[in-house]
């Protein structure tokens, strides 16, 4: 068996990407190894910063990469496939350092961050010392004070797994696959073979977690043989626990099912129902991801800027009636929207953003809706159109991108709140 420790250390490696992710590296390698950095859009005057010109001159043990570099589109993407046996993530860093924990990666198109806090609070409950880390925004390798007790839930991007060669968890979660990220990965099939690496690298002793019903992750699985245990999620297994759901946040059918996962794991690790249930009860999600920003008996108000494509938002235009749906942005690329005919009549769409005419051509002879310049003007209507309803749920669940107003989907979130408050929409504040 290949012996990991010390993999990283005294050696001379590139980091690629200077983020957060890029940082946190660089602090932690550079203790023990020679690191030098390269970012495509940061010239900073640190010594330990390189030309392009420099880093073709310097042997490099390895390339870490972070996230958001893609090598086929990036200022080192002739010398990255030159290398790309050398080319690692935080992720096989923080894997070699870390063997003996317990290590729990959360994957899939929608839900994957919600789905890792839910579960790190749950952990948290039963007095496990447990961590959040990855994607969700704390840098793989920014955790100190680590423990052999210590449990890690991560959330893991489809752009780490691709990348890292590594990389193993105990259990790995699936959550659902629809077409997502295609301008990078190219295809669907791509898309899913990156994710489904996660469950390819496991050992015999660990455990995957998967949708029952996700049809692009079957053909994997027919495809290749896998060594751990698989578990099929049905979200059949909430029925015990659903009637004593009183949280309006798990009405909605992606949190339902994301939930159903965290059952299954529950079952393997012996968590307590009576726990899980008191958690889910109180939790208020995250910040932006189909968030209940305000609900009384007239209007449900959910901000889901989060969403940025037409799967992200489907199961939540499912979830509810009297649906004012305020769409658009920048479009991803190969995104149809495949809602069924039956839950378009309760359906009022505004449209505003970049790329209108992609959603009016997708909605037409759909969905009624309308298109609008500004997000301040839709706002604007919605409180006229809003007179003479019995109960009016306004998700503000964009389907795209947010780069052609926003810097990103949290700023676009801050801007709504903020729109609803300024426009005296309600009479009262958010929540």
Same mark, same amino acid.
């Given at each position: 068996?290949?012996?990991?420790?010390?993999?990283?250390?005294?050696?001379?490696?590139?980091?690629?990407?200077?983020?957060?992710?890029?940082? &946190?590296?660089?602090?932690?390698?550079?203790?023990?190894?020679?690191?030098?950095?390269?970012?495509?859009?940061?010239?900073?005057?640190?010594?330990?910063?390189?030309?392009?010109?420099?880093?073709?001159?310097?042997?490099?043990?390895? +390339?870490?990469?972070?996230?958001?570099?893609?090598?086929?589109?990036?200022?080192?993407?002739?010398?990255?496939?030159?290398?790309?046996?050398? +080319?690692?993530?935080?992720?096989?860093?923080?894997?070699?350092?870390?063997?003996?924990?317990?290590?729990?990666?959360?994957?899939?198109?929608?839900?994957?961050?919600?789905? &890792?806090?839910?579960?790190?609070?749950?952990?948290?409950?039963?007095?496990?010392?447990?961590?959040?880390?990855?994607?969700?925004?704390?840098?793989?390798?920014? #955790?100190?004070?680590?423990?052999?007790?210590?449990?890690?839930?991560?959330?893991?991007?489809?752009?780490?797994?691709?990348?890292?060669?590594?990389?193993?968890?105990?259990?790995?979660? +699936?959550?659902?696959?629809?077409?997502?990220?295609? #301008?990078?990965?190219?295809?669907?099939?791509?898309?899913?073979? &990156?994710?489904?690496?996660?469950?390819?690298?496991?050992?015999?002793?660990?455990? &995957?977690?998967?949708?029952?019903?996700?049809?692009?992750l079957d053909k994997e699985i027919k495809k290749f043989k896998i060594k751990s245990k698989l578990i099929k999620v049905k979200n059949t297994n909430l029925k015990n626990i659903k009637k004593k759901i009183t949280n309006p946040y798990f009405k909605t059918i992606n949190n339902l099912n994301n939930l159903s996962f965290i059952l299954e794991f529950g079952k393997k690790?012996?968590?307590?129902?009576?726990?899980?249930?008191?958690?889910?009860?109180?939790?208020?999600?995250?910040?932006?991801?189909?968030?209940?920003?305000?609900?009384?008996?007239?209007?449900?108000? +959910?901000?889901?800027?989060?969403?940025?494509?037409?799967?992200?938002?489907?199961?939540?235009?499912?979830?509810?009636?009297?649906?004012?749906?305020?769409?658009?942005?920048?479009?991803?690329?190969?995104?149809?929207?495949?809602?069924?005919?039956?839950?378009?009549?309760?359906?009022?769409?505004?449209?505003?953003?970049?790329?209108?005419?992609?959603?009016?051509?997708?909605?037409?002879?759909?969905?009624?809706?309308?298109?609008?310049?500004?997000?301040?003007?839709?706002?604007?209507?919605?409180?006229?159109?809003?007179?003479?309803?019995?109960?009016?749920?306004?998700?503000?669940?964009?389907?795209?991108?947010?780069?052609?107003?926003?810097?990103?989907?949290?700023?676009?979130?801050?801007?709504?709140?903020?729109?609803?408050?300024?426009?005296?929409?309600?009479?009262n504040s958010i929540v």
């Amino acid at each position: 068996m290949l012996d990991l420790r010390n993999k990283f250390k005294n050696k001379t490696i590139l980091i690629y990407g200077y983020g957060k992710s890029g940082i &946190a590296s660089f602090k932690y390698l550079n203790q023990n190894n020679k690191v030098q950095i390269f970012d495509d859009n940061k010239i900073i005057k640190k010594t330990n910063f390189v030309t392009l010109n420099k880093v073709k001159k310097i042997k490099f043990d390895y +390339i870490l990469i972070s996230p958001g570099i893609d090598i086929k589109r990036c200022g080192l993407k002739k010398y990255l496939h030159k290398y790309k046996k050398k +080319i690692i993530t935080d992720l096989d860093v923080f894997y070699t350092e870390n063997l003996s924990n317990l290590k729990i990666a959360i994957t899939g198109t929608n839900g994957k961050s919600t789905t &890792a806090e839910l579960l790190f609070k749950i952990l948290k409950f039963h007095r496990k010392d447990v961590r959040i880390l990855g994607n969700i925004g704390k840098p793989m390798l920014s #955790e100190k004070n680590i423990k052999p007790s210590t449990i890690f839930v991560i959330e893991a991007s489809s752009y780490q797994i691709d990348y890292s060669q590594y990389f193993k968890t105990d259990h790995a979660m +699936i959550l659902n696959l629809s077409p997502d990220h295609l #301008e990078r990965h190219g295809t669907i099939q791509k898309y899913t073979h &990156a994710k489904f690496k996660l469950i390819l690298n496991q050992k015999n002793n660990s455990f &995957a977690y998967i949708d029952a019903k996700n049809k692009y992750l079957d053909k994997e699985i027919k495809k290749f043989k896998i060594k751990s245990k698989l578990i099929k999620v049905k979200n059949t297994n909430l029925k015990n626990i659903k009637k004593k759901i009183t949280n309006p946040y798990f009405k909605t059918i992606n949190n339902l099912n994301n939930l159903s996962f965290i059952l299954e794991f529950g079952k393997k690790f012996k968590l307590k129902k009576n726990i899980i249930l008191k958690v889910v009860n109180s939790f208020k999600g995250l910040n932006f991801r189909q968030q209940i920003i305000f609900n009384n008996k007239k209007i449900t108000i +959910i901000n889901d800027s989060k969403s940025t494509s037409f799967s992200s938002s489907l199961n939540l235009l499912k979830s509810y009636k009297n649906i004012f749906w305020i769409v658009g942005g920048l479009a991803k690329k190969g995104d149809k929207f495949n809602l069924p005919k039956k839950y378009s009549k309760n359906i009022n769409c505004y449209i505003f953003g970049k790329d209108k005419k992609l959603f009016i051509k997708a909605f037409n002879k759909k969905l009624k809706f309308q298109v609008f310049s500004r997000l301040q003007q839709i706002i604007k209507k919605i409180k006229i159109d809003l007179k003479n309803k019995s109960h009016a749920n306004i998700l503000f669940s964009p389907a795209a991108a947010s780069f052609d107003q926003f810097s990103n989907f949290e700023d676009r979130g801050k801007y709504f709140n903020n729109l609803i408050k300024k426009t005296n929409f309600l009479g009262n504040s958010i929540v």
